[in-house]
């Protein structure tokens, strides 16, 4: 059973910085494209950032392009998502996820972005 657990979310100030994380255990890891996706409260749950397999190819939303930063490490079954420079619109629940067809999701953990 592959299972996916990030951590790092919190309550952090406009402008700075959080780093998640999500270890995925039971799997592959390497085999998955991995994502991360967040769902503000009454919204859809809308995609951030992609990496693929490899890390070799990354992609993101426009709202994030130049402020966030996806990377993984293989070696540790770990993808993670640096945030720099957050913005209040950034508060939501972020998700990980493995894989597209099947795809496995995590719990979630929450983003706070507030003075």
């Known amino acids: 059973q592959v299972q996916l657990v990030e951590s790092g979310g919190g309550l952090v100030q406009p402008g700075g910085s959080l780093r998640l994380s999500c270890e995925v255990s039971?799997?592959?890891?390497?085999?998955?494209?991995m994502s991360w996706h967040r769902q503000a409260p009454g919204k859809e749950r809308d995609q951030v950032a992609l990496?693929?397999?490899?890390?070799?190819?990354?992609n993101y939303a426009d709202s994030v392009k130049g402020r966030f930063t996806i990377s993984r490490d293989n070696a540790k079954n770990t993808v993670y998502l640096q945030m720099n420079n957050v913005k209040p619109e950034d508060t939501a629940v972020y998700y990980c996820?493995?894989?597209?067809?099947?795809?496995?999701w995590g719990q979630g953990t929450q983003v706070t972005v507030s003075t």
């Open positions: 990496i693929s397999s490899s890390g070799g190819y990354t």
């Open positions: 996820k493995a894989g597209v067809r099947p795809s496995y």
């Open positions: 039971g799997s592959t890891f390497r085999s998955y494209d």
